[in-house]
């Protein structure tokens, strides 16, 4: 079964309750938080997203699904831990070294939070491999990092099938999370490919019935 995570990033500030309520009612299965800290990618989001994820969190008990494209992820981590997300996901490309990278993943599940690690388009999946037993959900980017609306980069799914073919044979159970130009017709591919949760936010936001297309990307 596949899963929903609605990015929250294009969401009028003016607009914001009323859509994460239409969200909600629409049973989205997670609330997508992009936080950018204007180093790693140019944009910053993240006080914009902290107050998003706050309001989220007062009116709703739909988990959170942290996505951190940031530097300093330790300082973010603490910030974000408070909201008591369901996973909080770091790029693997913003750390400087494996051991740094075993140090995140432990301070992660000390607050009892679920761990996943993501992956720019130009990243090899294999650089990942050695963490997989250790963690939750891998989130493998299928655009660059730091907008939304851009178009799916059709390359980037070979490593999804990759990266599932991989954990079968080497039975780990493992999220596959996509994310980036996720439409109907892009989600089809990205769910044959072999991903079980879909990232979704200007097609969503942007649709005129979010429980119908919610419920499109599932099919
Ligand atoms: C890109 C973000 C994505 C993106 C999703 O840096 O991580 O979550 O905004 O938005 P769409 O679905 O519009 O590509
Ligand atoms: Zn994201």
Redesign the pocket.
């Known amino acids: 079964m596949v899963e929903i995570s609605t ?1 929250i ?2 969401v009028e500030k003016e607009k914001a309750t009323r859509t994460f309520y239409n969200l909600e009612t629409a049973h989205t299965d997670y609330f ?1 938080i ?1 936080v ?1 800290d204007g180093k790693f ?1 140019p944009n910053n989001t993240h006080e914009i997203m902290e107050e998003y994820a706050t309001t989220i969190k007062q009116i709703s008990n739909i988990p959170l699904d942290v ?1 951190l ?1 940031t530097y300093n992820v330790k300082d973010y981590i603490e910030q974000y831990i408070d909201l008591e997300p369901n996973i909080i996901t770091f790029h693997i490309e913003a750390i400087k070294s494996k051991e740094e990278v075993y140090e995140i993943i432990k301070c992660i599940k000390e607050n009892n939070v679920k761990v996943g690690i993501s992956i720019k388009p130009n990243t090899r999946i294999e650089e990942i491999y050695e963490f997989l037993p250790y963690i939750h959900m891998v989130l493998v ?1 299928t ?1 660059e ?6 178009k799916l980069i059709p390359e980037t799914l070979e490593k999804v099938k990759k990266l599932k073919e991989y954990i079968e044979k080497n039975n780990i159970e493992i999220d596959i999370e996509v ?4 439409n109907l017709e892009t989600s089809k591919i990205a769910k044959e490919a072999g991903a079980n949760i879909l ?5 969503i936001i942007k649709s005129e019935d979010y429980k119908k297309t919610i419920s499109e990307l599932k099919q």
């Open positions: 990015s990033l294009s997508h992009d950018m990618v996505h494209m980017m655009v990092p730091g907008l939304g609306g851009q994310d980036g130009g996720i990232v979704s936010g200007s097609y």
